[in-house]
């Protein structure tokens, strides 16, 4: 776990007892990632780190493009971290190799979330984008239309959603959106803004939306069954 002293540690579960620390070179804002016998967190240097989980020892590291604020994700042998910067990096979670990487819009303040076929990237500005998981191409961009700081969740074909000003949204991840559907969908949007139409466009995927009046979500919503 990261420390604000500039230190990743370890500790026995059964009694707090110091295993190993490592120093870190910037501030680490969340918490790591650990899978098959590896240790990961971002930092604020914008460097992405990988540390041996029985030794503490550095198996490698990965120099972003900018501050890391979110933790990261480990799916199917790949590390998932974004950047203040705007940029989703996909890592080999063994050696750190770049597989893709997206560049969005916005800066990315919170962990994605993956399901076997695609992930989901929530922005600051309330877009969240969904990627195709092997090659990193867009398939989807809803948006929410307000800030948002929490990730999404996944569940069978729907995608959970929440916003700063208390919307839970649900999306059918499944739809694909292209560029001339997006253009069209703008322009009628401004139609509507301009009175010459009687409601906004829905976006593409809306499954359903519930407001909870000034509730500000900050946490991440959970699914279980239904």
């Not at 990743?8 to 120093?23: D, I, M, R, S």
């Not at 933790?71 to 893709?100: C, M, N």
């Not at 959106?177 to 139609?191: C, G, I, K, T």
């Amino acid at each position: 776990l990261p420390t604000g002293e500039r230190r990743a540690v370890a500790l026995k579960t059964e009694n707090g007892t110091l295993l190993w620390e490592h120093p870190t070179s910037g501030t680490v804002n969340f918490s790591p990632a650990v899978a098959d016998g590896l240790v990961y967190y971002g930092q604020r240097d914008s460097k992405m780190v990988a540390l041996n989980a029985q030794t503490g020892h550095v198996a490698w590291e990965y120099l972003t493009d900018g501050p890391i604020f979110a933790a990261p994700v480990v799916h199917q042998g790949v590390v998932y971290i974004g950047t203040v910067s705007g940029t989703l990096f996909a890592l080999d979670a063994k050696t750190g190799e770049r597989l893709w990487s997206f560049e969005l819009e916005q800066p990315i303040f919170s962990p994605v979330a993956v399901n076997e076929e695609v992930l989901a990237v929530p922005t600051q500005s309330g877009k969240t984008y969904i990627l195709d998981k092997k090659t990193g191409k867009e398939r989807l961009l809803f948006d929410l239309g307000r800030s948002t700081q929490t990730s999404p969740a996944f569940q069978n074909h729907r995608l959970f959603l929440t916003s700063r000003l208390g919307a839970v949204v649900a999306v059918d991840w499944r739809q694909r959106e292209y560029p001339l559907e997006r253009m069209a969908r703008y322009w009628r949007s401004q139609f509507w803004i301009w009175g010459l139409q009687d409601r906004p466009p829905v976006p593409k995927g809306l499954l359903w939306t519930h407001l909870l009046g000034r509730d500000s979500f900050v946490s991440s919503p959970a699914v279980l069954e239904n």
